[in-house]
């Protein structure tokens, strides 16, 4: 190859030449690199000649044999490297340093994207040394030879302990080996307030692993704020590059005196959300060089994962909370629904748990008194470890979490706790000196000093009834995540405090009925002296007309007796149809004494009713022996005889339409269930369990049927009843075997008890109804006075609807009712003839009282 060749080959580009069979070895092509480059460079003619592609060139470069000699320029020796690029890898390959080679790449990079984003180039520049943004790309060509290393790190530790400052702890720890510092600080963000920062100093083992921090000061030795390197990039985001030979007029004490520190890098690290988590201070010593655009780079690019690495850190961290306070919800739950706990007990729960949640050093809890307009606590500051008693505030001297007897209150507005349940705000003070609603004796008198306040109202239907006050965070401030948290805590808090209240209401309201029980059972008891007095007086082995088989024991008048006659009569029926034998005498006695004293003095529904009731079903035992079993016989006798026991003279619809309290505790049969549940009351009373010798099994069947045939008096009953026996009767196909059939018996035969004053003479007959009427006018006059319009039959201003209002009572309840008795016990027969009469009775009187109306 002529020189002419040669210099033409540097000016133009040449198409890549086939490889020589015979490649010289590596060390061999770099010299001859170096021969090149040194001629480029201006050197003499004494040098060696090129060789390219493994051949020299003849007649060597201009300059030699004579020639005068010419430097190649810029574009020539671009050209030829773009002609030989794999003589231009290989060289790179073997000739250049990794580190060097790492340089190129980033530098190359960052001026390709300057290139491409002419607007992010002004504002890098405008930004100055500093202004760029972490990318993708620079991790991908960041090849640093301990990358694998340390994404094995990471992943181990977020493995191992995914709290967010141990994995930011391990990523600078990396980072710092990277570039090789010197050593590194890391600065924490707070999430609320990112500009406040707190120095992490690792993982204290005597505290089980809880980081240790130190809150940064923003202010100099004088007192006046002095903006920190930290600080400057915790609110830009952006790096900083600082060098004590360089000082930046912005940052005048960014190096101590003392320190030893020449170069810093401060690199933000920012999250994917774009909250900042943490800054990165690393330095280094002298004589190491200052930090270049290079290791904010490599800085950056490392930062890219680890972001990854923070998100499932924090995710891991909220789910961690979550759980807890799933756990603690649901032990609040348990203790609310299955150990009803005392306030006291469950206020020490709430306050132990919220201290936890938050990780606060003190806790307490305040219950606002309506009545008072004040807040009041008998549990205070729980998680205070010195003691002093002073002006109604109370500290534990020990440190043991126990209540206090002593109470405090104060006034509702008063301190934060006291604006908090006023204005039902939370408030989250980060430096409660600063607030002039904190009051400062509190820690004068204790000695503690209180730096963050986090206080919450309790609510529940929308009032307020308790304010959380937490105190002294461990890490830092109070933050939102910790407000969030805790505001879903307050809701279960709530409820509760107010299952806990309702719980000590009903706790309370059972003393008092205990109390109201034990006065009502000595009023409404019989007293000794009546008992005594029955027994001085004996039972009678006879009484005429009540003892008679005929059809006369049906017409018996329960008006020829006193009250105490016929509880003397009622015990001779109990004795003559069931002996003494499996009874106490004494128990009888009491219990039909007290029977005749909780029947109320009412027209109709009182003592004589529920006697001549009793009288009834008496006759009908008498006159159809085997029909029924003892048992049954036993329950429809005492049945009858209790089964209006506490009418207050109103029927059920009456109950309903004034809302009474009887009908919020029964909604169907209102008064058939009380008149049942009275007659167990006075069973319970002492001396009054008649039913005290049979067999369990016997005492339940007693109970049950009693219930069922004193429900069945409700007339509401008696519809359906009658329709399931007239078609049990039309298909002939009533079972006397059958316990449902002999239910119903047992129902139809209690109604026609109930009724038998339609059954009885027609002067009997007149003077039931007389007093039936008084009671229908009082409950008429009472709908009258709570504005309900009463029906003719109750309304005292219509009496001549009386006869009318008998003869459909008697055609559409009464006679279906003793005609089924007809048919399935014919000894009651008597009771249908007589209401056939009476009804006769009505009709006429009813048609004359038309008669009368017509010719007026």
């Known amino acids: 190859m002529t020189a002419t060749s040669a210099a033409s080959m540097w000016q133009q580009p040449q198409q890549p030449q086939p490889p020589p069979q015979q490649q010289p070895p590596p060390p061999q092509r770099a010299h001859v690199w170096r021969r090149k480059m040194n001629m480029f460079g201006g050197g ?59 340089r190129w790449v980033i530098r190359g990079t960052r001026r390709a994207k300057q290139r491409l984003d002419p607007a992010s180039a002004a504002g890098a520049g405008a930004a100055g040394k500093n202004g760029r943004k972490t990318s993708l790309s620079r991790w991908k060509f960041c090849v640093h030879a301990d990358k694998r290393q340390m994404l094995q790190e990471l992943t181990r530790s977020l493995q191992q302990r995914p709290a967010q400052a141990h994995v ?83 940052f005048p004490h960014a190096f101590h005196a ?32 200052p930090f270049h655009e290079e290791d904010e780079e490599i800085a950056s690019s490392y930062l890219v994962w680890g972001g990854i690495a923070l998100h499932y850190a924090q995710l891991y961290v909220s789910m961690n909370k979550q759980r807890t306070l799933n756990d603690f919800l649901l032990a609040v739950v348990k203790s609310i629904f299955q150990d009803m706990v005392s306030i006291d007990a469950l206020v020490m729960k709430i306050m132990n748990f919220a201290q936890r949640l938050v990780d606060a050093d003190r806790a307490s809890l305040f219950l606002v008194d309506s009545k008072t307009k004040e807040l009041y606590a008998r549990i205070f500051d729980v998680g205070v470890s010195d003691v002093v008693e002073n002006a109604g505030e109370l500290v534990d001297e020990a440190g043991a979490k126990q209540p206090s007897s002593r109470e405090i209150r104060f006034p509702l507005g008063t301190g934060i706790a006291g ?39 309790i609510f529940i239907r929308g009032v307020v009834i308790g304010v959380v006050q937490m105190v002294n965070k461990h890490v830092g401030t109070f933050t939102k995540e910790d407000e969030e948290a805790f505001e879903t805590f307050a809701v279960y808090c709530g409820l509760a405090l107010h299952h806990a209240k309702l719980y000590d209401k009903i706790a309370r309201s059972e003393q008092k009925y205990r109390v109201a029980l034990e006065v009502l059972s000595y009023h409404n008891t019989c007293s000794e002296d009546e008992v005594e007095k029955m027994h001085a007086q004996g039972i009678p082995d006879s009484i005429p007309g009540v003892d008679d088989v005929s059809c006369f024991s049906y017409y018996f008048s329960v008006f020829a007796l006193d009250d105490y006659e016929k509880a003397r009569h009622a015990i001779f029926m109990f004795q003559d149809l069931f002996g003494l034998s499996r009874f106490d005498t004494d128990s009888v006695i009491r219990f039909t004494l007290t029977v005749k004293k909780n029947y109320r003095r009412v027209p109709y529904h009182n003592w004589t009713h529920g006697f001549a009731v009793a009288n009834s079903m008496y006759s009908i035992i008498k006159h159809a022996p085997g029909v029924f079993s003892p048992n049954e016989c036993l329950a429809l006798f005492i049945a009858a ?65 009693m219930k069922h045939c004193i429900l069945a008096t409700d007339l509401a009953v008696f519809f359906p009843n009658r329709a399931k026996v007239n078609q049990l009767l039309a298909d002939n196909s009533f079972n006397w075997n059958s316990s449902s059939h002999r239910l119903l018996l047992q129902a139809i035969t209690m109604t026609a008890s109930d009724l038998s004053a339609s059954a009885k003479p027609w002067e009997l007959q007149v003077e039931t109804v007389k007093v039936i009427f008084e009671e229908f006018y009082e409950q008429g006059d009472a709908e009258r006075a709570n504005g309900l319009q009463p029906i003719p039959m109750m309304d005292r201003n219509q009496p001549d609807q009386q006869a009318s209002s008998q003869v459909g009572f008697l055609t559409g309840i009464c006679l279906p009712c003793y005609t089924l008795m007809d048919q399935l016990i014919p000894s009651t027969r008597p009771m249908l ?24």
């Open 833 to 856: 003839e007589q209401c056939k009469a009476n009804l006769k009775r009505w009709q006429e009187i009813d048609e004359s009282t038309r008669l009368k109306e017509q010719k007026t």
């Open 168 to 250: 930011l702890w391990e990523l600078a720890a990396c980072i710092c080996q990277a570039v090789a510092a010197d050593g590194f600080r890391l600065f924490l963000a707070d999430r609320a307030s990112p500009e406040v920062l707190a120095q992490y100093l690792g993982l204290d083992s005597s505290e089980g692993g809880e980081p240790k921090v130190q809150r940064l000061s923003s202010e100099g030795a004088h007192g006046a704020e002095v903006p920190t390197g930290p600080a400057h990039v915790a609110r830009t985001k952006e790096p900083l590059r600082l060098s004590r030979a360089e000082p930046d007029p912005r």
């Open 419 to 457: 604006q908090v349940a006023l204005t039902g705000e939370i408030l989250n003070i980060d430096d409660a000196y600063s607030d002039p609603r904190f009051n400062r004796m509190v820690d004068q008198l204790t000695g503690y000093h209180t730096q963050s306040i986090l206080c919450m109202p």
């Open 641 to 705: 005889l209790c089964h209006d026991l506490d009418h207050r003279g109103k029927n059920n619809k009456f109950m309903l339409e004034t809302e009474s309290p009887l009908a919020a505790i029964y909604s169907t049969s209102t008064m058939e269930h009380h008149h049942f549940n009275q007659t167990v009351t006075i069973l319970q009373q002492k001396g009054h369990n008649i039913f005290s010798k049979l067999s369990n099994s016997e005492y339940k069947q007693v109970l049950g049927l």
């Open 44 to 102: 003499s003619c004494s040098q060696p000649q090129p060789v390219v592609n493994g051949t020299s060139a003849p007649g060597g470069y201009p300059g030699c044999d004579g020639l005068s000699a010419a430097e190649p320029s810029a574009e020539q020796v671009a050209a030829f490297l773009r002609a030989h690029a794999d003589f231009l890898e290989r060289f790179v390959m073997e000739e250049v340093q990794l580190e060097q080679l790492e």
């Open 258 to 289: 003392n320190s030893d520190c020449t170069h810093v890098l401060y690199q933000p690290v920012v999250q994917p959300d774009g909250q900042l988590a943490a800054v990165l201070e690393l330095w280094r010593r002298e004589p190491g060089p």
